[in-house]
């Protein structure tokens, strides 16, 4: 008995070690991730709703490519890192859901929410 209870004392000191670790050098800050994706999440919508519904012609797969790569060239950041990043956050699912808890704020914030198309905002 006294064995388990030492084992489950040292996993959970452990674990709440690895979760305070600095992210490494290499890897996109969550701060840095955040901005990212928001702008991701925004160029989707750019492309669905604005680009794609005024020309049927265009390539869906090629002009969403494309505005994902003007993200990363704004951001400074190369499709490695970018690609890099996500997969260690997909690692670490705690800062994840903290990238992902700011970007929900971000858009349910009436100051920068995207105006669906046909619908306005409403006054405050």
Known sequence: MKSHLA??????????????????????????????????????????????????????????????????TFHAVSEQQFKKSFSYYQLHPELMAKVMDSISKKEEDPLIKIRKPGKALLPE
Request: net charge negative; charged share 20%.
């Open 7 to 72: 084992a489950m004392i040292i996993l959970v000191a452990t674990c709440g070690c690895q979760s305070r670790q600095a992210i490494p050098s290499d890897i996109l800050s969550t701060d840095k991730m955040e901005e990212v994706l928001y702008d991701m999440l925004r160029s989707g919508h750019m492309v669905n709703n604005f680009i794609l519904s005024k020309d049927s012609s265009i390539n869906k797969e090629q002009a969403q490519i494309e505005w994902l790569n003007k993200v990363l």
